[in-house]
Nanobody, 115 residues
Framework: VQLQACGGGFVQAGGSLTLSCAASGSIVGLRDQHWYRQAPGKTRDLVALMTNAGVTSYAASVKGRFTISRNNSKHTLYLQMNALKPEDTATYYC??????????WGQGTLVTVSS
């Protein structure tokens, strides 16, 4: 199974973008689904997660501005990003995990927010 992330781009501060991450097939025993981001020269940090049960959690820096969601089949994960700030500039990665802790990563999609 491969993950394909898209939706990144260039946006002015205060703008919005929606990222998508589509799985090429079903992941048996899917557990949590995540969005991470990595800015140049920095570590890859967790932005948002959704458990298999649909419970969501967010990094403090994006809470109230970003919303993680998925479609009914759980094959596509979304990240709605509002009120974007220059510090949100990063490459965003989707990540799925199954019950055996196998990790599936998308290829990353770049988000650039200008001030």
């Amino acid at each position: 199974v491969q993950l394909q992330a898209c939706g990144g781009g260039f946006v002015q501060a205060g703008g919005s973008l929606t990222l998508s991450c589509a799985a090429s097939g079903s992941i048996v025993g899917l557990r949590d689904q995540h969005w991470y981001r990595q800015a140049p020269g920095k570590t890859r940090d967790l932005v948002a997660l959704m458990t298999n049960a649909g419970v969501t959690s967010y990094a403090a820096s994006v809470k109230g501005r970003f919303t993680i969601s998925r479609n009914n089949s759980k094959h596509t994960l979304y990240l709605q990003m509002n009120a974007l700030k220059p510090e949100d500039t990063a490459t965003y990665y989707c990540h799925f995990e199954d019950w055996r802790k196998n990790a599936y990563w998308g290829q990353g999609t770049l988000v650039t927010v200008s001030s």
